[in-house]
């Protein structure tokens, strides 16, 4: 590879790397504010939590649509479009009067998500030689850990010092103008797309199903986010309350424990290179677990090292397995890449949504059991996973 196209290289990843940051804000946007929504509209943390898990869910059925898309249509235009479009929902929530309506608001946002979260690893894999791919794929999982920072520090400030319809405001605007920088800058596909009509595609998208290594990389997926979500979901309770009773906006600041996932995902993507996927993502997945372990401890000094301790492991897995799953699949990569998102973000929609039984049940220890069984469930597909790739 030449200077020039190295340079040209480096150029479109960083508009792309920038509207992964703005498009996973606004999926965590109402996190930290879940507290103050329960108290405005009188509903229960689990209900409140139905504000994050309606996204997820809709990300997860609008990705059975964009994978098979991309396959037929291009990356391209799914992922442009599908980023312009998002401006649109994020303005309809600030603007809704009744928690019914921003939970409509952000199912329509969680229905243009997935055109470019579900898209662009397989657009990475069309456009970048195997040996730069998973320093590539780690480095887009550490933009979609960023935003996710973003989305609930940013978001959560913005928040408690001009109300939360405000912080829904300020990204609309950033995320028509990452959309708008897409168009500008991304090149455009490299080939014609797959022939066919619909049918062939989703025959290509759940032909993957009956790969035994793709439906293990699945599981880790779902069950990954469900437990990652959920401590998430249901901290600002935690820390809102005795012995802690820390305001809001240091609630937010806890979520700077995502500052380890924007350092390890690159590191692990370029390891990932060197070492067996399956093995890397089960060391990540037993330091997730050991950090939600520290977080019991009811001392916010252990809890901030645990939430550190989680995000590192989290990231380490997740910056390997969509490049694992890019690797697994013969054939129809988008709609490989775009099942995992799938299983991942079924899994954050229960995680959204379960663990405040948990927490309503046995405050936080109820919580954590929740979420460790479901890294354990992780940690043994983890396992069969490399098993079978060994064979």
Known sequence: M???????????????????????SDMYLTQPILPQLSAEYGIAPATAGLSVSVVVLMIALGSLAVGPLSDRWGRWPVMVGSAVLLAIPTLLCALAPSFELLLLGRALQGLCIPGLTAVAVAYLGDRLPANALGRAVGGWIAANVAGGLSGRVVGGLISDGFGWRASFAVFAGLTLASGMSLLMTLPRDRQVAASGGWRQAYLAMFAHLANQRLRFAYLIGGSLFFGFLGIFTYLPYYLSAPPFSVPPAIVALAYLSYLAGVIVSPWAGALSARYP????????????????????????????????????????????????VNQLAPQAKGAASALYLVAYYIGGTLGGVIPGFGWQAAGWPGVTLICLGALALALAAASRLGGATAQ
């Open 2 to 24: 030449t200077i020039a196209s190295a340079t040209a290289r480096k150029f479109w990843l960083v508009p792309l790397y920038a509207a992964a940051v703005v498009v996973f």
């Open 277 to 324: 996927r399956p093995r890397l993502i089960m060391i990540g997945l037993l330091i997730a677990m050991a950090g939600i372990g520290l977080t019991l401890i009811p001392s916010l000094p252990l809890v901030a090292l645990g939430l550190w301790t989680l995000c590192s492991g989290m990231f380490i897995a997740q910056g390997i397995a969509p490049a694992l």
